[in-house]
C-alpha cells in the first residue's frame, strides 16, 4: 500500500500534534549540489576522505543509528558517480533518490515528496560535508527532541569575536555575540511540518529557518565544534585528522 505523500496544502496552518507512537525517524541527506569553493572538478561529496568518498562518512554514521529506519541520498538526477562505490553493507536502509534541484531547499522538498513518508515521522536532515557526526551527535539529538512539539537542530554557541566589515573590508563595528549559536545538521523535524515549512518559505539555506517563518521556535541542542562543515581544502585535511584518530578508516 502506498503511503501518504507529506505535502500539504499551502496554506495549511501548523500542527503541532502528533501521534508519537506511530512515529518513525528517518534521514535524509542532500547531495545534488557541487561545492565550487573547494576548487575540485568533482562534486564535493565524492572527493576522497579517509579512503572513501566523503559523502560515505555521514551515510555510514546515519546507517549505523539503529533509531533511524532509512537514508534517504538525494542527488542530481543526471549523477552518474554514485553508483560507482559499492553501497552494499548498508543494505535496503539507504535509499538513493535521483530528484535533486538547484538549492537545497528544493532538494530536501523533493526528497520528502519522494520518498513518501508519513506527516508525523520525523526526519533528519544532514549535511554531505559533515563527515565527522557521531553516533553521540544523533543520540542527544533524537533524546532530546523525540517528545518535541517543534523539532529542532544540532548547534553550537559562537565563541570567537565577530566583526562587521564595511564595502572596503575594514571593521564596521563588532558584533555582540551573545546569544549567537551557529547552526549545524541533522535538523529534525516532522516530516509534514518541514513540507508545509518549505512549501511557504523555499528561499532558505538551512530547514529551521523554513520552520522559523511559520512563526515556529527550534530548540538548539548543543553539539560540537567538531561536527563542522568542510567548506575549503583545508577543512578536508582537519576531517581527515579528526576521522582517523577515531579509527574511521575502512
Not at 500500500?1 to 495549511?12: D, E, G, S, T, Y
Not at 508525523?120 to 559533515?130: M, T
Not at 565563541?159 to 529534525?188: C, F, H, I, Y
Request: net charge neutral; proline share 5%.
Amino acid at each position: 500500500m502506498k503511503r501518504q505523500a507529506v505535502v500539504l496544502p499551502k496554506r495549511h496552518t501548523a500542527v503541532l500534534h502528533y501521534n508519537s507512537r506511530m512515529s518513525e525517524f528517518h534521514a535524509l541527506v542532500p547531495a545534488a549540489g557541487f561545492g565550487a569553493r573547494m576548487g575540485h572538478e568533482l562534486p564535493k561529496q565524492y572527493l576522497p576522505l579517509s579512503g572513501q568518498p566523503m559523502i560515505f562518512h555521514a551515510l555510514n554514521t546515519l546507517c549505523a543509528c539503529l533509531e533511524i529506519a532509512t537514508v534517504f541520498v538525494v542527488l542530481a538526477p543526471d549523477d552518474t558517480l554514485f553508483h560507482t562505490y559499492d553501497w552494499s553493507r548498508f543494505g535496503d536502509k539507504l535509499q538513493p533518490l535521483y530528484c535533486g534541484g538547484a538549492e537545497r531547499a528544493e532538494s530536501v522538498m523533493n526528497g520528502l515528496i519522494a520518498s513518501e513518508l508519513e506527516p508525523d515521522d520525523w526526519v533528519l536532515v544532514h549535511d554531505a560535508a559533515r563527515p565527522c557526526l557521531t553516533q553521540a551527535h544523533l543520540s542527544k539529538l533524537i533524546a532530546e527532541l523525540r517528545g518535541d512539539a517543534v523539532g529542532g537542530i544540532l548547534a553550537v554557541p559562537v565563541a570567537d569575536t565577530l566583526k562587521r566589515a564595511d564595502s572596503g573590508g575594514r571593521v564596521l563595528r563588532t558584533e555582540n555575540r551573545e546569544q549567537l549559536w551557529q547552526a549545524q545538521t541533522p535538523q529534525m523535524f516532522r516530516a509534514g511540518l518541514l513540507a508545509q515549512a518549505l512549501q511557504q518559505c523555499g528561499s532558505v539555506t538551512d530547514e529551521a529557518s523554513a520552520v522559523e517563518a511559520l512563526g515556529l521556535r527550534p530548540k538548539l541542542v548543543l553539539s560540537e565544534s567538531t561536527n563542522f562543515k568542510v567548506t575549503y581544502p583545508q577543512d578536508l585535511l582537519l576531517a581527515e585528522l579528526l576521522l582517523n584518530q577515531r579509527g574511521n578508516r575502512t
